[in-house]
């Protein structure tokens, strides 16, 4: 298997503009998570799709952001409009099942805003 | 607050030593737990996960959980220079959320 698969792996952008990042799970597992890395506060879960229905979206940090789950091998998070303090890097993950915390890792997406 | 708590490090480790890392949680409802290890650079990528009181092996790892004491430690025995990295200590309850502790880096001295 591939693995989960997210682009683009490095986005540079100016404050203001629209930023779409992209996932593909691994093919068979019905949940989908978006993480959020940085120094300061570490892993930060941003959303929790099961079977393609967001289940959890408390960690959005505020209505510029929005992510989709249209089907079972695709999903985005835009951030729009982008500021710096959103400069972090993005990780798609996705598992088998429901309750584990067996999560497996797209490479992550770094996003600079500057 | 549902807290993990682990030691930032640096934790500086002879190569072929045994490298300890700890973790404590808050919350008495977690029920799994889970050693994600973490290259610079990179993603984090799951090693162990442990669910029972006791010792759990699986090659030169070895993780220990203590309820009681409310503690999770992942032994590396014979330690080489390629488990530098980040570990990351995770503890689930009864539903998708994992709780995760900040992350000890290990730099591992040939």
């Known amino acids: 298997d591939a693995g989960v698969i997210q682009s683009p792996r490095h986005e540079v952008t100016e404050m203001g503009q629209e930023v779409t990042l992209r996932c593909k799970p691994i093919?068979?597992?019905?949940?989908l998570f978006w993480y959020r890395q940085t120094m300061m506060r570490g892993l930060e879960l941003l959303i929790y799709?099961?079977?393609?229905?967001?289940?959890?979206d408390s960690g959005m940090p505020e209505d510029r952001f929005s992510a989709k789950m249209p089907n079972a091998s695709f999903s985005t998070l835009k951030i729009q409009p982008s500021e710096p303090r959103d400069s972090a890097v993005y990780f798609c993950?996705?598992?088998?099942?429901?309750?584990?915390?067996?999560?497996?890792f797209g490479e992550g997406s770094r996003l600079t805003v500057l | 607050q549902k807290e993990v708590e682990q030691n930032s490090g640096p934790l500086s480790v002879p190569e072929g030593a045994i490298a300890s890392l700890n973790c404590t949680y808050s919350?008495?409802?977690?029920?799994?737990f889970f050693w994600y290890r973490q290259y610079s650079g990179k993603s984090p990528e799951l090693i162990m996960f442990?669910?029972s009181n006791g010792d759990k092996e699986d090659g030169r790892f070895t993780a220990q959980l203590n309820k009681a004491s409310q503690y999770v430690s992942l032994l590396i025995r014979d330690s080489q220079p390629s488990d530098s990295a980040t570990y990351l200590c995770?503890?689930?309850?009864?539903?998708?959320?994992?709780?995760w502790g900040a992350g000890t880096k290990l730099i591992i001295k040939p």
């Open positions: 993950a996705s598992s088998l099942g429901e309750n584990t915390g067996e999560l497996f």
């Open positions: 093919s068979g597992h019905n949940s």
């Open positions: 799709f099961n079977n393609n229905v967001p289940i959890d």
């Open positions: 919350d008495r409802g977690s029920q799994s």
């Open positions: 442990i669910y």
């Open positions: 995770a503890a689930g309850g009864s539903n998708y959320q994992l709780i």
